[in-house]
């Protein structure tokens, strides 16, 4: 079946307008190690010309190394204007590769020639160990940082092995020696080193091409991660908004009715609609959580500091959990004196910290277990503990602890309530604070957590 002339027509003008991303990133990566690199490959040619002045010719040398400094230059330029480049178009791409190319076949055709001109130098019984020397390592030099594309590859090797045979063969051509004499033996013994540098060159080519394939999968990996993040995070802001208005009606009308506000409801009523308001307290909190994180992760937690009472926050935080803590048969003791630590703080949020913990330490605690909240401190810290007597949290879960939605008891008939999101909102609340909270536990003997903030600073 023939594909339309149409067809045919766009497929080519499309391959012939867009860069491959394999493509681009070859191109970075090639001018992000030509210019790495560049150190290095000025103090070997330099050791080389200085070695050539001192033992052959200073004029040689001072012609060569003028050479190689303008073939430099030219890689410089081209690596700066690559590497320059947030996007390349086709045009772009064309015209940067015609650039590597060609400063590949000046550098390249410069380094042969000085090897040649130092083994015409030796004459021809030297066994010419320095310029082949030379010219096997720039080879291996480029096996190992000049792989990214094959082309220009196998365009600087192509004249490094011209090179390297024109030198013994070049002996064997002018001497005609026979068979058994030594150099025909360098000629075979760099037939034999060639083919170390070409599988050398198929395996840096090989490993390069699979570490890009590598980088290409996580990059597209990431990008997919990165969209599910979004979509979770436009879902649950969207999610919260649409229940926040209607649950606000609902509480408001629920209080309104428990408070005898529009008279007393039938006694059958009472406990029904006390569980309702229970309900939509807990559905009101779970919403709050949802847009406090959404706001989090966009990196808009604003934060209202001012000098805040530690001890006597941790009062009205206590005050306000007993009613829970008692229908649980929890009792809550407190050992923190008003007046004695002072913090610079978002006196709401770190009030919300002292009630997770609270919380979680109440629920988790056994019925006539005790729940000790304690504050102590130096001049510059203070800690906050708070110490249940319950289940303990078993070892292998410090990690997960504070994640967000992380549960202890995960089953769908589990015992305790929650959303799991009270430990991930604490951490990141005290972590904006510039504080730490940690905790040390021991299964079915209680759990203790520590909350580390700075001292208020002394006024005055």
């Not at 990133?25 to 000025?42: M, N, P, S």
């Not at 606000?248 to 506000?261: F, P, Q, R």
Request: with cysteine.
């Amino acid at each position: 079946m023939e594909m339309p002339d149409t067809v045919v027509s766009d497929t080519r003008i499309r391959l012939k307008t867009s860069v491959t991303w394999s493509d681009r990133h070859r191109l970075k990566d090639y001018a992000a190690v030509g210019q790495k690199l560049f150190l290095q490959r000025i103090a070997i040619y330099s050791s080389a010309i200085l070695l050539t002045g001192i033992y052959y010719d200073w004029a040689t040398a001072g012609y060569f190394y003028a050479a190689i400094w303008f073939c430099e230059a030219f890689d410089t330029l081209a690596f700066r204007s690559i590497m320059k480049r947030s996007s390349i178009s086709p045009r772009v791409f064309r015209a940067e590769m015609v650039r590597l190319y060609a400063g590949t076949f000046i550098s390249a055709i410069t380094i042969a020639l000085f090897c040649i001109a130092i083994a015409r130098l030796q004459g021809t019984d030297s066994g010419h160990f320095f310029p082949l020397f030379m010219l096997v390592s720039a080879s291996i030099f480029a096996a190992m940082n000049n792989h990214h594309f094959l082309m220009v590859l196998g365009l600087r090797l192509v004249i490094y092995v011209a090179a390297i045979l024109y030198i013994p063969i070049r002996d064997v051509w002018i001497v005609k020696p026979p068979l058994s004499s030594e150099t025909w033996m360098n000629l075979f013994t760099v037939l034999f080193v060639l083919g170390f540098i070409f599988e050398l060159a198929r395996n840096f080519l090989g490993g390069y091409s699979a570490q890009l394939e590598s980088r290409r999968a996580l990059e597209a990996e990431h990008k997919r991660t990165l969209a599910a993040y979004e979509a979770k995070t436009r879902f649950l802001a969207t999610v919260s908004h649409e229940l926040r208005t209607p649950l606000t009606s609902i509480k408001g009308a629920l209080d309104m009715i428990n408070s005898g506000l529009v008279g007393d409801p039938p006694e059958k009523m009472k406990r029904l609609l006390d569980m309702a308001g229970r309900n939509s307290d807990r559905l009101a909190d779970l919403v709050g959580d949802l847009l406090f994180l959404q706001s989090s992760d966009a990196g808009h937690m604003n934060l209202n500091f001012e000098r805040v009472d530690l001890c006597l926050l941790v009062r009205e935080a206590v005050e306000e959990s007993l009613p829970y803590a008692q229908r649980l048969g929890v009792m809550i003791e407190v050992d923190a004196e008003p007046g004695k630590f002072w913090i610079d703080a978002d006196k709401k949020r770190i009030e919300q910290v002292i009630l997770n913990l609270l919380s979680n330490a109440t629920k988790f605690s056994r019925s006539g277990g005790q729940v000790l909240i304690s504050v102590q401190g130096t001049d510059t810290h203070v800690q906050l503990y708070v110490q249940d007597q319950g289940i303990g949290i078993p070892e292998g879960t410090d990690v997960k602890i504070f994640e967000e939605f992380f549960q202890l008891d995960a089953q769908d008939d589990r015992q305790f309530e929650g959303t799991g999101l009270g430990l991930s909102i604490s951490k990141r609340i005290v972590e904006a604070h510039g504080g730490t909270i940690s905790y040390d536990s021991e299964v079915d003997v209680g759990t203790t957590f520590c909350v580390e903030l700075a001292v208020a600073a002394s006024e005055g």
